[in-house]
């Protein structure tokens, strides 16, 4: 059993849709990360949320992490080519300390 | 500033031999942590080490195992290897603070035959 449940696994979409991909847990985060991994290299962070309701933006990604702590959503806006690639949120337990990855939704965006 | 460095880049092995991954961090960080990624499971965490100590350990059997050095630098040893050890296998660095991000390397790719 995963403790990050991401949906959907896989996206397959054309280019300027926008799109959402979500992250549930039934257990408690004091922080959620959002990372891109692109084929043959390691994942890099695009943002962390640490405060319930919280919501971030970068360009044209948006990124919620849920009043209770428990999920976290990101929204995408006209998505691009470029945005291609496996999106994985993570997140540190209250009372731990090592970063929990979840299952990872892999995105394609055609042209 | 370079970034996290993994050696090998890819490895194949056969069933029953062992096998040693390296892990240079970024200049300065203290906390080197390794996660196995495979399309079946996702990213599991493997453990961390920080300061030459292991401060956290995952749910993997004995036969992986790892070490840092004085210098950040961590290797991860996997004996008796299995063909479903056949994975990505990523270090990552941080300065050590919880919930810090994590700087990943680009993996080492292991085939285990």
């Known amino acids: 059993t995963q403790l990050l449940e991401q949906s959907p696994q896989f996206l397959s979409i054309q280019e300027g849709e926008n799109l959402t991909v979500y992250c549930n847990s039934s257990?408690?985060?004091?922080?959620l990360q959002w990372y891109r991994q692109e084929p043959g290299e390691g994942p890099v962070l695009l943002v962390t949320?640490?405060?319930?309701?919280e919501v971030k933006k970068l360009k044209r990604l948006t990124f919620q992490f849920g009043d209770a702590r428990k999920d976290s959503s990101l929204h995408i806006t006209a998505a691009q080519p470029g945005d291609t690639g496996l999106y994985l949120c993570?997140?540190?337990?209250?009372?731990?300390?090592?970063?929990?990855f979840g299952t990872g939704t892999r995105l394609t965006v055609i042209p | 500033k370079a970034g996290v460095t993994q050696t090998p880049r890819y490895l194949i092995k056969t069933r029953g031999q062992q096998v040693t991954l390296s892990c240079s961090p970024i200049?300065?960080?203290?906390?080197v942590s390794w996660y196995q990624q495979t399309p079946g499971q996702g990213l599991q965490f493997l453990f961390e080490?920080?300061?030459?100590?292991?401060?956290n350990k995952g749910n993997f059997p004995g036969r992986f195992s790892g070490r840092q050095f004085s210098n950040s630098r961590s290797e991860m040893n996997v004996s008796t290897l299995e063909l479903g050890d056949s994975a990505l296998y990523l270090c990552?660095?941080?300065?050590?603070?919880?919930?810090?991000?994590?700087?990943f390397g680009s993996g080492t790719q292991l085939s285990v035959l």
């Open positions: 990552a660095s941080s300065l050590g603070t919880k919930g810090e991000k994590l700087l």
């Open positions: 080490y920080f300061s030459e100590t292991q401060r």
């Open positions: 949320v640490v405060t319930g309701g």
């Open positions: 257990s408690v985060f004091s922080s």
């Open positions: 200049s300065g960080h203290r906390s």
């Open positions: 993570a997140g540190v337990q209250t009372g731990a300390n090592n970063l929990f």
